[in-house]
T-cell receptor, first 114, second 111 residues
Framework: ETGVTQSPTHLIKTRGQQVTLRCSSQ?????VSWYQQALGQGPQFIFQ???????GRGNFPPRFSGLQFPNYSSELNVNALELDDSALYLC?????????????FGEGSRLTVL | AQRVTQPEKLLSVFKGAPVELKCNYS??????LFWYVQYSRQRLQLLLR??SRESIKGFTADLNKGETSFHLKKPFAQEEDSAMYYC?????????????FGTGTRLLVSP
């Protein structure tokens, strides 16, 4: 059983650019969520996808968008990057029938915006 | 509004000493509370949930609705308990799995 994998692990962008982060869910998991973790903070919920539809969103602007594909892999897209977008972005997956609150996290993609 | 507060950034204890990691929450309804842990060079993972009322790796946590707290406790700390601990809350009426995390407490257990 493979765990949640994310790519790239690190990347550097400049303000105003766009970025795409990728996530492969753990085998058998059909629900994926994305979290932003700024330095010294806990993870903050961005949104969740279930069966290719966004079904929950946190307090993030529309320039944060996502996709989930039929194989349950997912992308997080951020447009018009700002300096404050610098953070670790975590992907987490679970089954639709799994125990509530049990998320399986990837190791994250660390984004630096200059 | 949902909020989780972990007042200690760092908790340093000696091996064999009792440990209590504090967590307070703010939520108008009935929450579900969790503790997540991140060991060095590992990914964030679930340690325990209040609904299960179980002991994991010697850790327990009791939900106190009167004090809106969910403190994590262990009677005798081990060096391998050194890690970052996050308390998290999920609203029961939330259809999706949005977790609200605290800022975390780093536990350092010295020999």
């Amino acid at each position: 059983e493979t765990g949640v994998t994310q790519s790239p692990t690190h990347l550097i962008k400049t303000r105003g650019q766009q970025v795409t982060l990728r996530c492969s869910s753990q085998s058998g998991h059909n629900t994926v969520s994305w979290y932003q973790q700024a330095l010294g903070q806990g993870p903050q919920f961005i949104f969740q996808y279930y069966r290719e539809e966004e079904n929950g969103r946190g307090n993030f602007p529309p320039r944060f968008s996502g996709l989930q594909f039929p194989n349950y892999s997912s992308e997080l897209n951020v447009n018009a990057l700002e300096l404050d977008d610098s953070a670790l972005y975590l992907c987490a997956s679970r089954t639709g029938q799994g125990p509530t609150g049990e998320l399986f996290f990837g190791e994250g993609s660390r984004l630096t915006v200059l | 509004a949902q909020r989780v507060t972990q007042p200690e950034k760092l908790l340093s204890v000696f091996k064999g000493a009792p440990v209590e990691l504090k967590c307070n929450y703010s939520y108008s309804g009935s929450p579900e509370l969790f503790w997540y842990v991140q060991y060095s060079r590992q990914r964030l993972q679930l340690l325990l949930r209040h609904i299960s009322r179980e002991s994991i790796k010697g850790f327990t946590a009791d939900l106190n609705k009167g004090e809106t707290s969910f403190h994590l406790k262990k009677p005798f700390a081990q060096e391998e308990d050194s890690a970052m601990y996050y308390c998290a809350l999920k609203g029961l009426n939330t259809g999706f799995q949005k977790l609200v995390f605290g800022t975390g407490t780093r536990l350092l257990v010295s020999p």
